[in-house]
């Protein structure tokens, strides 16, 4: 007999947001089984047609967005374990390299204003259909003007602005410090001051807004001075900042731990609380919301459930394990033992994208009925990854890259970066592929979203070069 799914209890006060709730809980849960099959082949062939014979008209307004159409679409096929043929692999490079801008990073179309969230597509794409040598368009990034980019955007409180003359947000922290890692070019000048900014962003409710309020005091000669601390966080906490800020705050840790005194610091305890509260009941089929009182949607997947992975390299795994109460039995202090399921329902998680976030005719989306797209295609399916493969770091693999490491003239902080990204590794015997080995799909890099092969391959290349002065 099924247990009938119940909707999310509601007060007296019916809003337009309540209403709204109601009648997608209604939809999704006639969504509710079916057959749990991922169609990889109708998924396919959605990406193919976007590559190949180009993006429908009705993605004209994303003509800025070029690049991340590109990253959306080619690791997409990375997570469904396909590979681009000779011919539309060197498409997609010439096609990459006309979106870098003459004075570094790149915009998000041929002759558009660089910009930080279009250079990491545009590099993230390059780690996997790129390649070293002339033409493979590794070598053609200019990494001394992109660092110089970089720099020209850094604001005294160590955040970054996404554009010249344009606005501060962590997406845009995120996106420079994946490329400054990926490209070797992160220097602790480059990101001095950004990790106590990140930390700022931190909300009462534990996830991360957009950005926060610089805060002045006067100073002696009236002058007023920025304080670092404290910072009111500008705006809601919401899954995509919150990804973009715990990425970041992950990557930055070699720097933090390198700082002798006024170590920033986050509060992981109400983080995990949040993202474990954005997962959706049952009757909302176990799927992410980006933020409290609004929808699950398909994309939240990756940005909210890709962070329990994150948090875990953090060495939060689950409450605090609190010795049992007098009188209790073991058997009380046993329930913690599954922890991990108890914060992140990875199976609910899997259904959701089984269930409601496959489009019938292929592409994956936010939730029914709407239309597939690139972004959740992308998104939906990295979201399923992180579910079917936690990803933790691992010792051995620290060692072992460690052991491959043989450049003497690396310094601490480099090595660091490049070994600290690099040291996950599939937690042995956890991966749980609902519907079946057939809906395996690749693990992805829990900070660049990229597979292991892609992140390590480019990786490995620019760390052998001299880091631009
Ligand atoms: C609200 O949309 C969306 C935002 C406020 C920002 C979302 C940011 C991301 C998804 C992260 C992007 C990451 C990078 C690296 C660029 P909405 O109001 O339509 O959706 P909602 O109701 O689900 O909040
Ligand atoms: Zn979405």
């Not at 969504?31 to 993006?55: D, E, I, P």
């Not at 997962?279 to 992410?288: C, R, S, T």
């Not at 399921?341 to 609910?348: G, T």
């Not at 079946?436 to 690749?442: D, I, K, M, T």
């Amino acid at each position: 007999m099924s247990v009938p799914l119940r909707p999310t209890p509601v007060d007296g006060f019916p809003t337009q947001t309540s209403h709204l709730q109601r009648e997608t809980e209604e939809l999704l849960s006639k969504h509710a089984s079916g057959q749990a099959t991922l169609n990889k082949n109708a998924h396919m062939q959605f990406l193919v047609r976007n590559l190949v014979q180009g993006f429908p008209a009705r993605y004209t307004s994303q003509d800025a967005s070029q690049p991340w159409l590109m990253f959306w679409t080619l690791q997409a096929f990375s997570v469904l374990q396909v590979g681009l043929d000779p011919g539309n692999r060197q498409r997609a490079i010439d096609t990459i390299l006309t979106w870098q801008h003459p004075d570094g990073g790149f915009g998000g179309g041929p002759k558009q204003n660089a910009h930080l969230l279009p250079t990491y597509a545009a590099v993230s794409a390059l780690a996997i259909a790129g390649r070293a040598g002339a033409g493979g368009g590794w070598d053609e990034i200019d990494r001394q003007k992109m660092y110089s980019f970089f720099m020209s955007l850094k604001q005294p409180d160590g955040s970054f602005l996404v554009s010249r003359n344009a606005e501060v947000d962590v997406r845009g922290i995120y996106c420079l410090i994946v490329t400054a890692i990926l490209l070797d070019i992160c220097t602790p000048e480059l990101v001095e001051g950004t990790a106590s900014f990140v930390a700022s962003c931190q909300t009462y409710e534990g996830g991360f807004s957009s950005a926060s309020q610089p805060y002045f005091a006067p100073g002696p000669d009236g002058q007023p001075i920025l304080l670092s601390s404290p910072r009111p966080p500008l705006g809601e906490a919401h899954g995509g900042y919150t990804f973009c800020a715990l990425a970041s705050w992950v990557m930055l840790q070699p720097f933090v731990s390198r700082m002798p005194e006024n170590k920033p610091s986050v509060n992981l305890k109400t983080l995990l609380r949040w993202c474990t509260n954005m997962q959706g009941v049952d009757i909302e089929l176990g799927g992410f919301k980006g933020r409290t009182n609004k929808l699950v949607d398909g994309c939240y997947s990756w940005w909210v459930g890709g962070c329990f992975a994150l948090l875990q390299t953090l060495g939060v795994s689950g409450p605090p394990h609190e010795p049992p109460a007098e009188g209790a039995s073991q058997a009380d202090d046993d329930s913690w033992d599954d922890v991990d399921d108890s914060l992140f329902n990875r199976k609910a998680l899997q259904e959701y994208v089984l269930f409601a976030g496959q489009h019938p005719s292929g592409g994956l989306r936010d939730k029914p009925p709407k239309g597939a797209d690139a972004y959740h295609t992308l998104y939906c399916l990295s979201g399923l990854s992180a579910a079917q493969h936690p990803m933790i770091p691992s010792p051995p693999r620290r060692d072992e890259l460690l052991g491959a490491w043989s450049d003497e003239g690396v310094d601490d902080i480099r090595k660091a970066l490049f070994i600290d990204s690099l040291c996950y590794a599939e937690e042995e015997g956890a991966s749980k592929v609902v519907g079946g080995p057939s809906n395996r799909v690749n693990a992805t890099h829990p900070i660049f979203n990229l597979t292991m092969t892609h992140a390590e391959g480019i990786m490995a290349h620019f760390y052998k070069q001299q880091i631009p002065p």
